[in-house]
């Protein structure tokens, strides 16, 4: 892809800390941008998150924090695959579902390109092909 990406990223799991991922912090929007601008000016240029993250808050704090628009050509990870509804389509790695979820999280990230978006964990049910 060409993208220079920094030996360091960023993982915002704690960001919002809410349900499950409490346990792991629960950095508010505050916090969320000096933690970002702290990592930028060390040179940290990805910033890497998930649709399920706090249930898309942890995507939506990166967004405000970001103010919609990128700094410094920061590059933003998203993942997709777990459970994120209770609907049979809510989780895995169907086209339908990835489709769903990268353009969720497109809103939620306030930014019309997500860099890299990965595979969050391997689905035995969704072929490879």
């Not at 508010?28 to 240029?45: Q, Y």
């Not at 086209?95 to 990268?102: F, N």
């Amino acid at each position: 892809s060409g993208l220079k990406v920094s030996t360091l990223t960023l993982g915002t799991m704690t960001f919002g800390g809410t349900g499950p991922f409490a346990a792991v912090g629960n950095s508010d929007l505050l916090e969320a941008r000096r933690i970002i601008d702290t990592c930028i000016d060390a040179g940290i240029n990805l910033i890497d998150t998930a649709n399920v993250y706090s249930n898309g808050l942890s995507e939506e704090i990166i967004g405000e924090a970001l103010g919609g628009k990128r700094k410094n050509d920061v590059l933003i990870a998203s993942k997709a695959r777990m459970r994120i509804g209770t609907g049979p389509n809510d989780e895995g790695l169907s086209r339908h579902h990835l489709i769903r979820e990268c353009e969720k999280s497109l809103k939620r990230l306030r930014t019309d390109v997500i860099d890299v978006y990965f595979v969050h964990q391997w689905d035995g049910l969704t072929p490879v092909e």
